[in-house]
């Protein structure tokens, strides 16, 4: 792993999704934090265009950066929905910098969306790990949860009617302990 010297506002970090870039420094909003770099492709020759990994980032129809290069840390960045910074594309320059959009404090992942081309190509199928992402599958996963559990409820009491039986009357607690009978002194 490539490491960064002490002046550099982010460092390379453990991530829920693997490696991540992290700010070392607090980093103002609209500040450039990185240039992402690497070879230049053009699509226009077939030997070039048939390069296939995860860090090409396209800058227009005819050229794409291969970020795969050790040296460039702005491949560390992963993907969020809720992003903090966002990329600076220079097609004319062949140049992209990844700029903040949210003031972010020491110790915050630096995130920003790869964008829909790339979450379908490889997100998708495996699903998004981004924070704001697995707080929503969490809710969604209670809700359902809360939901089985009224059908269940529901499915038993019409089990219950159809019986005839009358629901078994639950019992009451009292300092932690069942009891069925009523509450009060026993009279000798």
Known sequence: MPTTSSNKP??????????????????????????????????????????????????????????????????YINHSCRPNAE??????????????????????EINYDYGTDYFKAYLKPIGCKCESCEKKRKKLRAEARAE??????????????????????KKKKLNGKHFGGKVGRSRA
């Open 87 to 108: 990329s600076d594309v220079r097609p004319r320059e062949r140049k992209v910098y990844i700029r903040a959009i949210k003031n972010i404090e020491p110790g915050d």
């Open 148 to 169: 089985r559990a009224k059908v269940k409820a529901r499915a038993e009491r019409k089990a219950e009617k159809a019986t005839g039986k009358a629901p078994a009357a």
């Open 10 to 75: 982010y460092r390379v970090g453990r991530s829920k999704t693997g490696l991540g870039l992290f700010a070392t420094k607090p980093i103002k909003k609209g500040t450039r934090i990185v240039r992402y770099f690497g070879p230049i492709l053009d699509s226009r020759i077939p030997e070039q265009d048939d390069i296939e990994n995860k860090y090409l980032f396209e800058l227009n129809g005819r050229w794409t950066i291969d970020g795969s290069v050790r040296k460039n840390l702005a491949r």
